[in-house]
């Protein structure tokens, strides 16, 4: 079994920055892709970001050139460096791990962006 521990969601005004971490933990054979999904109140879950094992991005247009997905060297680890934030990005943001063939969900950190 494979557990994802978030961190570093807060309350933060427009323009300002956050940076979200996902660890993984377990017995982890694999990770193929890990990548950062968020849920704004009433509205779906969506895609935010991507990264591959071989280190390609994907990132939705709304956060191109203001979001950086990376990991760390192990591997394990996959951070969202968000900058000049908008009341938009606020939502709970959840990272989501393809890893031994199986899919992850981290619990959700929320994220608060006062205008």
């Known amino acids: 079994q494979v557990q994802l521990v978030e961190s570093g969601g807060g309350l933060v005004q427009a323009g300002g920055s956050l940076r979200l971490s996902c660890a993984a933990s377990?017995?982890?054979?694999?990770?193929?892709?890990m990548g950062w999904y968020r849920q704004a109140p009433g509205k779906q879950r969506e895609f935010v970001a991507s990264?591959?094992?071989?280190?390609?991005?994907n990132y939705v247009d709304s956060v191109k050139e203001r979001f950086t997905i990376s990991r760390d060297n192990a591997g394990n680890t996959v951070y969202l460096q968000m900058n000049s934030l908008k009341s938009e990005d606020t939502a709970v943001y959840y990272c989501?791990?393809?890893?031994?063939?199986?899919?992850?969900w981290g619990q959700g950190t929320q994220v608060t962006v006062s205008s």
């Open positions: 990264i591959t094992s071989g280190g390609s991005t």
């Open positions: 377990g017995k982890i054979f694999s990770i193929n892709s």
């Open positions: 989501r791990f393809i890893a031994n063939a199986h899919l992850y």
